[in-house]
């Protein structure tokens, strides 16, 4: 597992969040979302809270706000939804400007926003200070099924290849002066969808054989284990604390 989770994510550091366990970064991650979502939805105060504290985590990363921000497009269907509930939920209405507007649908859409905003600020900053042999390390400690982890190494592994391979006959069609411009040249996309399928297929194939030649017996050896100090422990929960203290607030208010 020499390969990271891809040059987009993976980002090479030495913060207090990079030097984290996996799996302790892992927990903290699960725990802080959960407990954002739990929140009521009308606690747009304490959400703004908790989206403090995932802009506190991604600074101490320490990675520069541009690869970031960027990452932020996977968020963009919840944006979409969360501008239209005020237009199409049904309830007691409110003027804003010359439109009215449902107002349970402006209270749902801006607890999405921030909810949606502060999860995926959390994930980047695991993404991008967790390497894909740490990130599979990190499950195997937590003692997830050893199938499941083994095929989310091979998928984060070999995904790199078969895009690699997909861009090479991508190149070698436009080469030959192939430009999908219309329903005719779907034959040939289909085509080399297919040859890309064989070959990842054949490639998958020969990986198993060189595996049961090298003693592979069906699980994965665990080399250099992890662990985490009591410490690493408080660093990664902290944020869960916090948000586990905005939650009960939040609740007793």
């Known amino acids: 597992m020499g390969g990271q989770l891809g040059p987009h994510l993976h980002v090479e550091g030495t913060s207090v969040v990079h030097r984290l366990p996996a799996h302790a970064k892992l927990v903290g991650l699960l725990l802080f979302v959960l407990l954002v979502v739990a929140l009521p939805r009308d606690a747009h105060g304490h959400r703004l809270a908790m989206l403090g504290v995932a802009f506190a985590v991604v600074a101490a ?4 706000w541009r690869h970031v921000l960027a990452r932020l497009v996977v968020e963009t269907p919840f944006v979409v939804f ?28 801006l607890a999405l926003l921030l909810t949606a905003t502060t999860s995926v ?11 894909s042999r740490d990130l599979v390390r990190g499950l195997q400690r937590l003692g997830v099924p050893d199938r499941l982890v083994q095929i989310l190494a091979f998928m984060v592994r070999y995904l790199g290849v078969v895009g690699s391979q997909a861009q090479r006959m991508k190149v070698a069609r436009e080469s030959r002066a192939f430009a999908p411009r219309s329903v005719r040249s779907w034959p040939v996309v289909a085509a080399s969808a297919g040859a890309l ?6 490639r998958g ?17 665990v080399t250099d284990p992890l662990s985490a100090s009591a410490s690493d422990w408080a ?3 902290a944020p869960s604390v916090l948000a586990l203290g905005t939650l009960v607030v939040a609740h007793t208010a």
């Open 61 to 64: 990363t320490r990675v520069p």
């Open 82 to 109: 969360a501008l239209v509930l005020p237009f199409v939920a049904v309830g007691p209405t409110m003027r804003v400007g010359p439109v009215t507007v449902s107002r349970d649908g402006v209270e749902a859409g």
């Open 121 to 131: 600020l959390m994930a980047v900053a695991f993404a991008t200070t967790t390497s």
């Open 197 to 202: 399928f064989i070959r990842s297929y054949e």
């Open 205 to 221: 194939e020969r990986v198993h054989l060189a595996m049961l030649s090298r003693g592979y017996t069906g699980r994965m050896p």
């Open 235 to 237: 660093r990664a929960l």
